[in-house]
């Protein structure tokens, strides 16, 4: 019955990380976008949103780690919960990154193109943000498709 219960709450924190990765990607992040803000606002916005759903996020994360650890624990460990662990550490360096140095520098380059006194120096840090904003998306992609994988590995770990 226990196990039974810990199988379930690891599987659902799955659904719900996997979800909100998801949710902010590809329904926040567009709509930002959408807005006829200037890039520094958009991005400060962006930004404050990242900051109150990462702490939503990590607790998520952080649980749905001790219940994969639960799961082996009650259920058994074997390759398929060792893969989801390794996959979940990568989880937690990729959003960390994600939050410590992205979300971070694009602010900055933001307001520094914002604030640019010339229309060359301007054009230069839009090309940065521009190219780390790539380079973040590609990160976030990373993250669904881990996550993906995580609950699949979730569901199967029984």
Do not use: C
């Amino acid at each position: 019955m226990v196990e039974a219960i810990v199988h379930t709450v690891h599987v659902l924190l799955a659904g719900v990380w996997l979800g909100g990765v998801v949710f902010t990607t590809t329904v926040v992040s567009p709509a930002l976008k959408a807005m006829k803000w200037s890039d520094a606002e958009r991005i400060g916005v962006r930004s404050v949103i990242g900051g109150y759903y990462a702490k939503v996020g990590t607790l998520n994360l952080l649980f749905l780690f001790l219940f994969a650890i639960l799961d082996g624990v009650f259920g058994g460990f074997g390759g398929i919960l060792y893969a989801e662990y390794a996959l979940l550490v990568i989880l937690f360096f990729l959003v960390a990154s994600h939050g410590a140095y992205f979300g971070r520098r694009l602010r900055e380059l933001a307001e520094a193109e914002e604030a640019a006194e010339d229309r060359r120096e301007a054009a230069e840090i839009s090309a940065r943000r521009r190219s780390l904003q790539g380079l973040s998306f590609a990160v976030s992609m990373a993250d669904i498709l881990i996550s993906v994988v995580v609950v699949v590995l979730s569901v199967n770990a029984l």
